[in-house]
């Protein structure tokens, strides 16, 4: 083993230099100038994003804890690109005076948790895989409480340490289980191994109930609207967009390459949970009026469809869903991108605010209905085609009623999306939201949402290229 | 063969001046547009005798009997392998013979109403109606098939309508209107389902090939199909309820007398000549059908007519609008039509009764026509339809007075004027068919000679009234077409119609049969003495008689509560008891269903919000009995 | 470039050019002459297309155009047309150029209410040019979604809820076709080649009669929802009550028939067993529909409810005559498609214009409208009687073709059926008539009616258009029902070449 | 050694303990002892990965490594959670896990 084959992983390390960077750059920055490390960080990320996609090597390390290959180097690079718009999006609210010395605090949490979820992305083993995943939550908590005068804020770090602490307990007995049936917790030796005794179906519950929590599939969803209020705007719309991306990323890749001699039945617990989540998701997301909320709830229902794309368990199924959840950023940063902006510069959050929005701001009304359009699935947004094939997957599977479901939820989510566009654009209202130029960084966001929305869409070649490194499930 | 191609040129000019007037009328002078109207009419109907003389006559020399010539014919529309939709123009005798009544009456009717509708709005308006009518008229009765005939059905109902509804800002001229279409239009759903029927079975909607006595319609198989009758009776049954409602036989009547809210010109064209009469030609055109595939349907026309000239001859003796009572004559008369052909049998002597009914529909349109415009001139001098208003007119009015008795005679039945003949050669094919027919014809022709005397006699005699204007003479642009049309009504009787227009084409000998016209004749003379006793000088006669019949003067008096039963039947059980609980069931049923839904998933969403507590112990709670749960499933309860 | 190509793209370049205008007149010129230029394309079309049959050219879909779109999955941008298709979108360019100028006076938010209207048209437009179900899909449900905001901000009357409810309701339609597409798709191909989307490849496999059993319910119902479909038609009514004068003409005239095309050439056309074995279930919903929406129109109130019933009622006819399944009732279906298309978008643009000077549309509150307005009342006679099936209109055409067409079977539950659904020409007759006696004739009701003007010059053309549309129709159907029977033959031939039994019965 | 206690006792004690743990989160209210009430759990994992690799697998350390880097994140958790629970008092001033729900719904 060679010094170069470090660079395999290559995206970690440049993260975790950016990260020490960060803390170096900002304990050298005066008082009055702590703002400045904003540029700074964002232009070191940007520089990290673009380097991502340069040609790189692939293969394994440490003994099989850690590998990279195509699919997983294009999952990080979706992650990045995800990061970057969050935080374009986020200058505005970072600039803002009460976050004068915790600045870079927030870069350093955030990129951490990132590095946690590249580790879990390549991780070949579930040592790796549970460290990856307790680096990618523990500061996110750390992050949700980042307001730390707003009790909701606290609230919300409260909440998400606790419940994450419990899940990754559970999630770590099953693992622990797993470990004691197969003698391994190698990814390949494991699933040469699984079979359907009942401790192993029981340690395959416990881990799925851990990732589950990471995604917010029901009934494991609960910390999900309560964390997402909590929190400051753009961390909430890290959680839902990396975080819950990342998550499902990992439960597709170990769903198929460790658990696929017992596809059969996490099938049909998918099939179930997956029913419950968008149902449940959907009819939580209906009563919401504040807009984080609503778009948690909304995210949850987007969750359970996320599962319709692994459970048809072919290469399709994981094409679409890292397709989807591609999309899904694109789609969900558009919203959260409008959200925080206006929340920066108004501090509104309800969505009865947004009232009459269209007559003061059109260009974020608009935004926010090529967003919430694309999260309902309605063409010709990108949206709408990845809901199509991640239904063409399970229709695939032959999962006809299914998707039927699905469909019927989606159209009850259109209930609600179409709730937003109509304040924004029909309701009436005394005051509404005055009109705000946001900074450019802020714009620069927003924009790459919108032309993502309609750009992946319609260009074939997203799709190609994810599906040239996807693979189906084992068998 | 003898090219007729220009026929087509007859309904077309109407058409167009349709067109024309409809478009630019409004931008000329009214009476331009009726001098245009009028002038084209007039060049139809002169082509019109020019077609009849070279068929009946000039081309027609040295040949035995008349055959049915396609003058041209082009597809309109392909329905399926073997029906197509042809428009065209079919010349036989009975399409001759009604191109000559139609054209003869509107124009007529067009150089009356130049003076009639003097200072109407909507002038033209009503020369471009009067066109459209002519031409849906003439495309009617020279249809070569079926549906074309269809076609042009549909189309004079909706000229009757337009015109029935001339005077929109008269509610009760609306309302008829619309009585008018909806009645004719349930009769046409008969109709086009005869059509239906009759197409499929036979595989074409022409004419030619469906009367062939070789053809598809009366070779077909006969057996019972329905109610021990024969497809081709049910559909010839279901084509003559098309045929009854527009020509308003019982109990489709109902829309005809409050048609007469139209112009008066207009129930003389329409509703006296020409459009009503179309069921008997539909009949008549369909009569080898009728005739030789199935006599059952031709005995149902029989009785139809019989009980329908019945029916409104009585109706007639007690109205008291002048219109109405010539409404109800009219039909009376068109069942006598009916009637004839209901009689009569197929070929040669046997077809007397299909002779006498178009020679009926001929000598009636005339006098007829000439009944209503006389009554047109009596309403224009006096401004009303009521002939209790009326009385004394012949000082008044000597030309409509002279054209009106001479109409009353003729339609009485007094030779030798037209309407006798006609009726005559009706009660002989009667006579031979069935008696009781016969005798209600009898009673028919009493009744009818006494309702229009009672009317003439009303009108001119009796009373004398005073009026606030005097009244005067109407313009000679309305007297011209009165004696133009007396003249007719005359001499029309003595066309040799068995020589020309026969059921199978070949002409036939019949002679007056004294044994049933002297009867008939004195029966009618009963009549007008019975109407001179009572109505012409004023006396209390009439009052008595209607005590002495009581309830049944009083029954005719209401037209036999028909109205009443149709509005029964239209407000309260089509708007009552279907349309309003549809109305109903729509909007609180499916549509509260589909609320229903929408109001479920919201409640849903209110129940299990308390799932979301808030409490992070909860929240535990209910993922750790998540995973037990799905433990419980899938370890113990999943069979695998 | 594919002249099909520019049916998508002319209106696309519309929308961006009114983005770019600064005031109304602006926007409306741009507007209407897209939409012009759209109209004289269909023309061209049309003639195009005619002359290449005439040459001999007997594909079943000319102007063919075939692109790889997302290679894995085996979707193409694949576009084509044929008779049928050719005169939906005739009909499509006609209404929306008719639509253009029924909405001259727009004014709130102008520039967004043609970009919307536009964006819908397009969508319309790609659906019928789509041989590619995805394609189709995708512009289905792009047509769908601006009515939303088409009802909720330019509509009146309880608007929200309306559009809330046609668009759920819709969408809940597009939920069902989702999962037919998909099966179809996934049946597409023999077991072991390449699945398509594309209508004709798929057409030439036999779906397994399982799966048809399955997913023709799915496919019919999803569209027959558009169709107004009984009992899922109760959007309808709402929807147009409270919809903007040009969005109640394309969408009664134009969206509406994506349901009964996307019926036969999807449901029927890719499922033809299912579709003879289940028809008998949607023949009596459909035959209900048109009688129930006839009835249902006879005791409105408000004009707008009254032409959406009836529409249940025309579009049921639809529906009722391509379950007949033989080329004469579905050649009917067609006509009928494009006569209701006209005659409605035409009704929907009167009662617009009524509406905008007596500011009712409960029939009444009004009366004697012929008198102040002689030509909108005299339009309005005419759209009546078309409506009402007179010859010589183009209703009349439809129905009688397809009473005929349906009458060509010889069982008595299919003639039952014709007979039930050939009465409801009467029902029309009466409300109909209702309205015309009510609304334009008798006596003015409200002395403030007897200043109002008549239409328009705008109005005029957008009215003329679609009359002459209607009459030019009416008067000789023969080139529009051998152009569409001619693009039938295969589509029948392909259903009933496989007949089993009919129905039940 | 290995066969003087059998595996049994190791497993049934760890599964106590992470019942335990669990039934503590559940019911303890003060957010301290909840978080305890974790590294019971966590310790209990910990057992059953020390005890499989003794018994089970002697032949790799993947459990007690596992074991090692449980015991340092459950270290870095409570830190983070304990920071947290600070906060929470500062804005709370109470640190009763009922007093947190301010979000529900």
Same mark, same amino acid.
């Given at each position: 083993?060679?010094?170069?084959?470090?660079?395999?992983? @290559?995206?970690?390390?440049?993260?975790?230099?950016?990260?020490?960077?960060?803390?170096?750059?900002?304990?050298?920055?005066?008082?009055?100038?702590?703002? @400045?490390?904003?540029?700074?960080?964002?232009?070191?990320?940007?520089?990290?994003?673009?380097?991502?996609?340069?040609?790189?090597?692939?293969?394994?390390?440490?003994?099989?804890?850690?590998?990279?290959?195509?699919?997983?180097?294009?999952?990080?690079?979706?992650?990045?690109?995800?990061?970057?718009?969050?935080?374009?999006?986020?200058?505005?609210?970072?600039?803002?005076?009460?976050?004068?010395?915790?600045?870079?605090? $927030?870069?350093?949490?955030?990129?951490?948790?990132?590095?946690?979820?590249?580790?879990?992305?390549?991780?070949?083993?579930?040592?790796?895989?549970?460290?990856?995943?307790?680096?990618?939550?523990?500061?996110?908590?750390?992050?949700?409480?980042?307001?730390?005068?707003?009790? @909701?804020?606290?609230?919300?770090?409260?909440?998400?340490?606790?419940?994450?602490?419990?899940?990754?307990?559970?999630?770590?007995?099953?693992?622990?289980?797993?470990?004691?049936?197969?003698?391994?917790?190698?990814?390949?030796?494991?699933?040469?191994?699984?079979?359907?005794?009942?401790?192993?179906?029981?340690?395959?519950?416990?881990? $799925?109930?851990?990732?589950?929590?990471?995604?917010?599939?029901?009934?494991?969803?609960?910390?999900?609207?309560?964390?997402?209020?909590?929190?400051?705007?753009?961390?909430?719309?890290?959680?839902?967009?990396?975080?819950?991306?990342?998550?499902?990323?990992?439960?597709?890749?170990?769903?198929?390459?460790?658990?696929?001699?017992?596809?059969?039945?996490?099938?049909?617990?998918?099939?179930?949970?997956?029913?419950?989540?968008?149902?449940?998701?959907?009819?939580?997301?209906? @009563?919401?009026?504040?807009?984080?909320?609503?778009?948690?709830?909304?995210?949850?229902?987007?969750?359970?469809?996320?599962?319709?794309?692994?459970?048809?368990?072919?290469?399709?199924?994981?094409?679409?869903?890292?397709?989807?959840?591609?999309?899904?950023?694109?789609?969900?940063?558009?919203?959260?991108?409008?959200?925080?902006?206006?929340?920066?510069?108004?501090?509104?959050?309800?969505?009865?605010?947004?009232?009459?929005?269209?007559?003061?701001?059109?260009?974020?009304?608009?935004?926010?209905?090529?967003?919430?359009?694309?999260?309902?699935?309605?063409?010709?947004?990108?949206?709408?085609?990845?809901?199509?094939?991640?239904?063409?997957?399970?229709?695939?599977?032959?999962?006809?009623?299914?998707?039927?479901?699905?469909?019927?939820?989606?159209?009850?989510?259109?209930?609600?999306?179409?709730?937003?566009?109509?304040?924004?654009?029909?309701?009436?209202?005394?005051?509404?939201?005055?009109?705000?130029?946001?900074?450019?960084?802020?714009?620069?966001?927003?924009?790459?949402?919108?032309?993502?929305?309609?750009?992946?869409?319609?260009?074939?070649?997203?799709?190609?290229?994810?599906?040239?490194?996807?693979?189906?499930?084992?068998? | 063969?003898?090219?007729?191609?220009?026929?087509?040129?007859?309904?077309?000019?109407?058409?167009?001046?349709?067109?024309?007037?409809?478009?630019?009328?409004?931008?000329?002078?009214?009476?331009?547009?009726?001098?245009?109207?009028?002038?084209?009419?007039?060049?139809?109907?002169?082509?019109?005798?020019?077609?009849?003389?070279?068929?009946?006559?000039?081309?027609?020399?040295?040949?035995?009997?008349?055959?049915? =010539?396609?003058?041209?014919?082009?597809?309109?529309?392909?329905?399926?392998?073997?029906?197509?939709?042809?428009?065209?123009?079919?010349?036989?005798?009975?399409?001759?013979?009604?191109?000559?009544?139609?054209?003869?009456?509107?124009?007529?009717?067009?150089?009356?109403?130049?003076?009639?509708?003097?200072?109407?709005?909507?002038?033209?308006?009503?020369?471009?109606?009067?066109?459209?009518?002519?031409?849906?008229?003439?495309?009617?009765?020279?249809?070569?098939?079926?549906?074309?005939?269809?076609?042009?059905?549909?189309?004079?109902?909706?000229?009757?309508?337009?015109?029935?509804?001339?005077?929109?800002?008269?509610?009760?001229?609306?309302?008829?209107?619309?009585?008018?279409?909806?009645?004719?239009?349930?009769?046409?759903?008969? !109709?086009?389902? +005869?059509?239906?029927?009759?197409?499929?079975?036979?595989?074409?909607?022409?004419?030619?090939?469906?009367?062939?006595?070789?053809?598809?319609?009366?070779?077909?198989? *006969? +057996?019972?199909?329905?109610?021990?009758?024969?497809?081709?009776?049910?559909?010839?049954?279901?084509?003559?309820?098309?045929?009854?409602?527009?020509?308003?036989?019982?109990?489709?009547?109902?829309?005809?007398?409050?048609?007469?809210?139209?112009?008066?010109?207009?129930?003389?064209?329409?509703?006296?000549?020409?459009?009503?009469?179309?069921?008997?030609?539909?009949?008549?055109?369909?009569?080898?059908?009728?005739?030789?595939?199935?006599?059952?349907?031709?005995?149902?026309?029989?009785?139809?007519?019989?009980?329908?000239?019945?029916?409104?001859?009585? =109706?007639?003796?007690?109205?008291?609008?002048?219109?109405? &009572?010539?409404?109800?004559?009219?039909?009376?008369?068109?069942?006598?039509?009916?009637?004839?052909?209901?009689?009569?049998?197929?070929?040669?002597?046997?077809?007397?009764?299909?002779?006498?009914?178009?020679?009926?529909?001929?000598?009636?349109?005339?006098?007829?026509?000439?009944?209503?415009?006389?009554?047109?001139?009596?309403?224009?001098?006096?401004?009303?339809?009521?002939?209790?208003?009326?009385?004394?007119?012949?000082?008044?009015?000597?030309?409509?007075?002279?054209?009106?008795? =001479?109409?009353?005679?003729?339609?009485?039945?007094?030779?030798?004027?037209?309407?006798?003949?006609?009726?005559?050669?009706?009660?002989?094919?009667?006579?031979?068919?069935?008696?009781?027919?016969?005798?209600?014809?009898?009673? &028919?022709?009493?009744?009818?000679?006494?309702?229009?005397?009672?009317?003439?006699?009303?009108?001119?005699?009796?009373?004398?009234?005073?009026?606030?204007?005097?009244?005067?003479?109407?313009?000679?642009?309305?007297?011209?077409?009165?004696?133009?049309?007396?003249?007719?009504?005359? !001499?029309?009787?003595?066309?040799?119609?068995?020589?020309?227009?026969?059921?199978?084409?070949?002409?036939?000998?019949?002679?007056?049969?004294?044994?049933?016209?002297?009867?008939?004749?004195?029966?009618?003379?009963?009549?007008?003495?019975?109407?001179?006793?009572?109505?012409?000088?004023?006396?209390?006669?009439?009052?008595?008689?209607?005590?002495?019949?009581?309830? *049944?003067?009083?029954?005719?008096?209401?037209?036999?509560?028909?109205?009443?039963?149709?509005?029964?039947?239209?407000?309260?059980?089509?708007?009552?008891?279907?349309?309003?609980?549809?109305?109903?069931?729509?909007?609180?049923?499916?549509?509260? !269903?589909?609320?229903?839904?929408?109001?479920?998933?919201?409640?849903?969403?209110?129940? =299990?919000?308390?799932?979301?507590?808030?409490?992070?112990?909860?929240?535990?709670?209910?993922?750790?009995?998540?995973?037990?749960?799905?433990?419980?499933?899938?370890?113990?309860?999943?069979?695998? | 470039?594919?002249?099909?190509?520019?049916?998508?793209?002319?209106?696309?370049?519309?929308?961006?050019?009114?983005?770019?205008?600064?005031?109304?007149?602006?926007?409306?010129?741009?507007?209407?002459?897209?939409?012009?230029?759209?109209?004289?394309?269909?023309?061209?079309?049309?003639?195009?297309?005619?002359?290449?049959?005439?040459?001999?050219?007997?594909?079943?879909?000319?102007?063919?155009?075939?692109?790889?779109?997302?290679?894995?999955?085996?979707?193409?941008?694949?576009?084509?047309?044929?008779?049928?298709?050719?005169?939906?979108?005739?009909?499509?360019?006609?209404?929306?150029?008719? #639509?253009?100028?029924?909405?001259?006076?727009?004014?709130?938010?102008?520039?967004?209410?043609?970009?919307?209207?536009?964006?819908?048209?397009?969508?319309?437009?790609?659906?019928?040019?789509?041989?590619?179900?995805?394609?189709?899909?995708?512009?289905?449900?792009?047509?769908?979604?601006?009515?939303?905001?088409?009802?909720?901000?330019?509509?009146?009357?309880?608007?929200?809820?309306?559009?809330?409810?046609?668009?759920?309701?819709?969408?809940?339609?597009?939920?069902?076709?989702?999962?037919?597409?998909?099966?179809?798709?996934?049946?597409? /191909?023999?077991?072991?080649?390449?699945?398509?989307?594309?209508?004709?490849?798929?057409?030439?496999?036999?779906?397994?009669?399982?799966?048809?059993?399955?997913?023709?319910?799915?496919?019919?119902?999803?569209?027959?929802?558009?169709? /107004?479909?009984?009992?899922?038609?109760?959007?309808?009514?709402?929807?147009? /009550?409270?919809?903007?004068?040009?969005?109640?003409?394309?969408?009664?005239?134009?969206?509406?028939?994506?349901?009964?095309?996307?019926?036969?050439?999807?449901?029927?056309?890719?499922?033809?067993?299912?579709?003879?074995?289940?028809?008998?279930?949607?023949?009596?919903?459909?035959?209900?529909?048109?009688?129930?929406?006839?009835?249902?129109?006879?005791?409105?109130?408000?004009?707008?409810?009254?032409?959406?019933?009836?529409?249940?009622?025309?579009?049921?006819?639809?529906?009722?005559?391509?379950?007949?399944?033989?080329?004469?009732?579905?050649?009917?279906?067609?006509?009928?498609?494009?006569?209701?298309?006209?005659?409605?978008?035409?009704?929907?643009?009167?009662?617009?214009?009524?509406?905008?000077?007596?500011?009712?549309?409960?029939?009444?509150?009004?009366?004697?409208?012929?008198?102040?307005?002689?030509?909108?009342?005299?339009?309005?006679?005419?759209?009546?009687?078309?409506?009402?099936?007179?010859?010589?209109?183009?209703?009349?055409?439809?129905?009688?073709?397809?009473?005929?067409?349906?009458?060509?079977?010889?069982?008595?539950?299919?003639?039952?059926?014709?007979?039930?659904?050939?009465?409801?020409?009467?029902?029309?007759?009466?409300?109909?008539?209702?309205?015309?006696?009510?609304?334009?004739? #008798?006596?003015?009701?409200?002395?403030?009616?007897?200043?109002?003007?008549?239409?328009?010059?705008?109005?005029?053309?957008?009215?003329?258009?679609?009359?002459?549309?209607?009459?030019?129709?009416?008067?000789?159907?023969?080139?529009?029902?051998?152009?569409?029977?001619?693009?039938?033959?295969?589509?029948?031939?392909?259903?009933?070449?496989?007949?089993?039994?009919?129905?039940?019965? | 050694?290995?066969?003087?206690?059998?595996?049994?006792?190791?497993?049934?004690?760890?599964?106590?303990?992470?019942? %335990?743990?669990?039934?503590?989160?559940?019911?303890?209210?003060?957010?301290?002892?909840?978080?305890?009430?974790?590294?019971? %759990?966590?310790?209990?994992?910990?057992?059953?990965?020390?005890?499989?690799?003794?018994?089970?697998?002697?032949?790799?350390?993947?459990?007690?490594?596992?074991?090692?880097?449980?015991?340092?994140?459950?270290?870095?958790?409570?830190?983070?959670?304990?920071?947290?629970?600070?906060?929470?008092?500062?804005?709370?001033?109470?640190?009763?896990?009922?007093?947190?729900?301010?979000?529900?719904?």
């Amino acid at each position: 083993m060679s010094i170069y084959d470090f660079l395999t992983m @290559r995206h970690e390390l440049i993260l975790t230099a950016l990260v020490l960077l960060v803390l170096i750059i900002d304990l050298n920055l005066k008082q009055s100038q702590k703002h @400045r490390i904003i540029p700074i960080a964002i232009g070191l990320f940007f520089i990290h994003t673009v380097v991502g996609f340069l040609p790189a090597q692939t293969g394994v390390l440490f003994g099989g804890m850690y590998h990279t290959d195509g699919l997983t180097i294009l999952m990080k690079n979706i992650l990045n690109v995800g990061v970057l718009i969050i935080l374009f999006q986020s200058t505005t609210w970072l600039n803002k005076e009460e976050n004068g010395e915790k600045i870079s605090e $927030f870069f350093i949490l955030l990129l951490s948790t990132l590095v946690g979820m590249n580790f879990m992305i390549s991780s070949g083993d579930f040592l790796m895989l549970y460290l990856g995943l307790e680096l990618a939550t523990i500061p996110m908590a750390a992050l949700a409480a980042y307001t730390h005068h707003q009790t @909701r804020s606290a609230e919300a770090g409260i909440k998400l340490i606790l419940s994450s602490a419990l899940s990754s307990g559970i999630l770590l007995f099953g693992l622990s289980l797993i470990y004691g049936s197969t003698g391994s917790i190698y990814f390949d030796t494991v699933g040469a191994l699984y079979s359907n005794t009942p401790m192993q179906v029981l340690a395959f519950i416990f881990f $799925f109930t851990g990732m589950a929590f990471k995604i917010s599939l029901v009934p494991f969803h609960l910390w999900t609207a309560d964390v997402y209020e909590g929190s400051p705007v753009n961390v909430t719309s890290y959680f839902s967009v990396i975080s819950k991306g990342a998550s499902a990323f990992i439960l597709i890749m170990v769903m198929y390459t460790v658990f696929h001699s017992i596809a059969y039945l996490w099938k049909d617990i998918v099939y179930l949970i997956a029913v419950m989540t968008m149902t449940i998701g959907n009819l939580f997301a209906l @009563r919401q009026k504040n807009m984080k909320r609503f778009l948690a709830f909304s995210s949850i229902a987007q969750a359970g469809f996320i599962m319709l794309g692994i459970i048809g368990g072919n290469k399709i199924g994981m094409t679409a869903t890292v397709y989807f959840v591609l999309v899904y950023i694109f789609s969900n940063l558009g919203a959260f991108g409008v959200i925080s902006a206006i929340s920066a510069k108004t501090g509104k959050e309800s969505m009865d605010d947004y009232d009459g929005l269209y007559a003061t701001n059109p260009k974020l009304s608009l935004l926010m209905t090529l967003s919430v359009f694309s999260l309902a699935g309605i063409p010709p947004v990108a949206g709408f085609f990845g809901k199509f094939f991640l239904f063409t997957s399970a229709a695939s599977g032959g999962y006809y009623w299914l998707v039927f479901i699905a469909v019927l939820n989606a159209t009850i989510s259109l209930y609600y999306y179409l709730l937003v566009v109509k304040a924004m654009f029909i309701n009436k209202n005394d005051e509404p939201i005055a009109f705000f130029n946001s900074d450019t960084m802020t714009k620069i966001g927003l924009f790459a949402c919108a032309l993502g929305i309609f750009v992946i869409g319609f260009w074939s070649q997203v799709y190609e290229f994810i599906d040239a490194v996807t693979f189906a499930i084992v068998n | 063969m003898v090219d007729y191609t220009y026929t087509l040129l007859i309904p077309l000019i109407p058409f167009l001046l349709f067109i024309f007037i409809g478009l630019t009328g409004h931008k000329m002078k009214p009476i331009v547009s009726g001098l245009i109207g009028t002038s084209g009419l007039a060049i139809a109907a002169i082509l019109s005798y020019i077609t009849a003389i070279r068929y009946f006559w000039t081309d027609h020399i040295g040949v035995i009997g008349y055959k049915s =010539i396609k003058a041209f014919e082009i597809t309109w529309l392909h329905l399926t392998d073997k029906l197509t939709i042809n428009i065209g123009a079919l010349i036989d005798p009975i399409s001759v013979m009604m191109l000559i009544v139609i054209t003869t009456v509107s124009l007529m009717v067009h150089i009356y109403s130049i003076g009639y509708m003097k200072g109407e709005r909507g002038y033209h308006r009503f020369f471009a109606f009067l066109s459209l009518f002519s031409f849906s008229m003439l495309g009617l009765v020279l249809a070569t098939n079926i549906f074309q005939m269809y076609i042009f059905w549909e189309l004079v109902g909706v000229s009757s309508f337009l015109l029935i509804g001339f005077y929109y800002e008269k509610p009760s001229a609306v309302a008829a209107s619309k009585k008018a279409f909806i009645v004719t239009r349930f009769a046409d759903l008969g !109709f086009l389902i +005869g059509i239906l029927i009759l197409s499929f079975n036979t595989g074409t909607f022409d004419f030619q090939l469906l009367t062939s006595p070789t053809g598809p319609a009366i070779t077909m198989p *006969g +057996g019972a199909a329905f109610m021990g009758m024969s497809v081709l009776t049910w559909s010839l049954i279901f084509i003559f309820m098309g045929g009854a409602g527009k020509s308003a036989m019982f109990p489709l009547h109902v829309w005809l007398p409050d048609a007469m809210e139209g112009p008066t010109p207009v129930s003389a064209l329409i509703h006296a000549a020409t459009m009503v009469v179309a069921g008997v030609y539909l009949v008549a055109r369909l009569f080898p059908v009728y005739a030789l595939g199935a006599p059952d349907a031709l005995t149902v026309v029989a009785w139809v007519g019989g009980i329908s000239s019945l029916f409104a001859a009585i =109706i007639a003796c007690t109205q008291t609008d002048i219109k109405r &009572v010539l409404a109800y004559s009219t039909m009376s008369q068109i069942g006598y039509m009916m009637l004839a052909l209901g009689v009569s049998g197929y070929g040669g002597h046997d077809g007397l009764g299909f002779m006498a009914g178009n020679f009926h529909l001929f000598t009636h349109a005339m006098f007829k026509a000439l009944l209503f415009l006389g009554a047109g001139a009596i309403i224009h001098a006096v401004h009303s339809n009521d002939m209790k208003d009326m009385g004394g007119l012949r000082k008044y009015l000597p030309i409509t007075h002279a054209t009106f008795l =001479i109409a009353c005679i003729t339609i009485a039945g007094i030779p030798p004027l037209s309407g006798f003949w006609s009726k005559d050669e009706i009660m002989v094919a009667a006579w031979h068919h069935n008696k009781i027919l016969f005798s209600i014809e009898y009673l &028919v022709a009493g009744l009818t000679a006494f309702y229009m005397f009672r009317l003439y006699f009303s009108i001119f005699w009796g009373k004398a009234t005073h009026y606030h204007h005097t009244p005067h003479e109407a313009p000679y642009v309305m007297t011209i077409p009165l004696m133009i049309l007396a003249f007719g009504a005359v !001499f029309a009787g003595f066309l040799p119609f068995h020589a020309l227009v026969t059921s199978d084409g070949m002409p036939f000998e019949s002679h007056l049969d004294w044994s049933i016209a002297i009867p008939s004749v004195l029966i009618a003379l009963l009549g007008i003495g019975g109407a001179t006793a009572m109505y012409m000088k004023a006396n209390g006669l009439p009052d008595k008689l209607a005590g002495v019949f009581g309830n *049944g003067y009083k029954w005719a008096y209401h037209k036999f509560y028909m109205d009443e039963v149709y509005l029964f039947v239209t407000k309260k059980i089509i708007f009552r008891f279907i349309s309003q609980p549809v109305a109903w069931f729509d909007r609180h049923i499916v549509d509260g !269903f589909m609320n229903l839904v929408a109001r479920t998933v919201d409640n849903t969403s209110n129940l =299990i919000k308390g799932f979301q507590s808030g409490r992070l112990q909860q929240y535990g709670y209910v993922f750790v009995s998540g995973a037990i749960a799905l433990v419980l499933i899938f370890v113990y309860l999943w069979n695998f | 470039m594919n002249i099909l190509s520019l049916f998508i793209l002319i209106p696309l370049l519309t929308i961006i050019a009114i983005m770019f205008t600064s005031n109304m007149k602006q926007t409306r010129i741009v507007s209407a002459v897209g939409m012009g230029i759209q109209l004289i394309l269909a023309g061209i079309l049309v003639y195009l297309y005619l002359s290449e049959r005439n040459a001999g050219n007997m594909d079943a879909m000319l102007f063919y155009y075939d692109a790889v779109w997302f290679p894995t999955l085996n979707i193409h941008y694949t576009i084509g047309v044929d008779g049928i298709s050719v005169a939906m979108i005739a009909l499509t360019s006609i209404v929306v150029f008719a #639509g253009i100028f029924a909405s001259w006076m727009v004014d709130f938010l102008y520039r967004e209410f043609f970009i919307s209207l536009i964006l819908l048209a397009s969508g319309v437009f790609g659906f019928f040019i789509s041989l590619d179900i995805f394609t189709m899909f995708l512009f289905y449900e792009l047509a769908v979604i601006p009515m939303y905001l088409l009802i909720g901000l330019w509509g009146s009357g309880p608007k929200e809820y309306s559009a809330m409810k046609l668009t759920l309701m819709l969408m809940a339609g597009s939920a069902l076709l989702f999962v037919a597409i998909l099966g179809i798709y996934f049946y597409s /191909a023999p077991a072991g080649s390449q699945l398509t989307f594309n209508l004709l490849e798929i057409a030439k496999n036999h779906i397994p009669i399982e799966m048809q059993r399955f997913l023709f319910p799915f496919a019919f119902i999803g569209f027959g929802v558009l169709g /107004a479909l009984f009992p899922f038609h109760t959007w309808s009514p709402d929807g147009h /009550a409270s919809a903007p004068t040009a969005v109640s003409m394309l969408h009664a005239g134009v969206l509406m028939k994506l349901g009964g095309y996307g019926v036969f050439r999807v449901a029927i056309y890719l499922m033809p067993e299912a579709a003879h074995e289940q028809a008998w279930i949607f023949l009596i919903l459909t035959g209900i529909s048109v009688v129930y929406g006839a009835f249902g129109a006879v005791v409105q109130k408000d004009l707008k409810y009254i032409n959406a019933y009836s529409s249940v009622s025309h579009c049921g006819l639809v529906l009722f005559a391509i379950l007949m399944m033989n080329q004469t009732a579905m050649n009917g279906a067609v006509i009928q498609m494009i006569s209701h298309g006209l005659m409605t978008a035409l009704f929907f643009a009167l009662i617009g214009m009524i509406y905008g000077r007596t500011h009712t549309r409960l029939i009444n509150e009004m009366g004697g409208l012929m008198k102040v307005m002689p030509f909108l009342g005299v339009v309005y006679v005419i759209a009546g009687l078309a409506s009402l099936g007179l010859p010589g209109l183009s209703g009349f055409v439809a129905e009688m073709t397809i009473f005929v067409g349906s009458f060509q079977h010889t069982d008595t539950f299919h003639r039952v059926l014709t007979i039930v659904a050939a009465s409801s020409i009467v029902i029309t007759a009466v409300y109909i008539l209702r309205v015309v006696g009510t609304l334009l004739f #008798g006596p003015i009701k409200n002395d403030h009616f007897l200043h109002l003007k008549d239409a328009m010059w705008f109005e005029r053309l957008s009215t003329l258009t679609l009359l002459i549309a209607i009459a030019a129709i009416g008067m000789a159907p023969l080139w529009l029902s051998n152009m569409i029977n001619f693009s039938l033959g295969p589509i029948v031939e392909k259903i009933n070449g496989v007949a089993t039994v009919a129905g039940l019965f | 050694m290995t066969g003087s206690i059998p595996i049994q006792y190791f497993l049934i004690i760890s599964t106590l303990m992470f019942f %335990i743990g669990i039934y503590g989160f559940l019911t303890r209210k003060n957010l301290i002892t909840m978080l305890m009430s974790i590294e019971l %759990i966590l310790n209990s994992v910990n057992i059953n990965f020390v005890t499989f690799n003794k018994y089970l697998y002697p032949q790799n350390l993947q459990g007690h490594f596992f074991t090692l880097i449980i015991i340092a994140i459950a270290a870095a958790e409570a830190a983070v959670a304990i920071a947290i629970i600070i906060n929470i008092y500062r804005n709370f001033r109470s640190i009763d896990v009922d007093n947190v729900d301010q979000m529900k719904f």
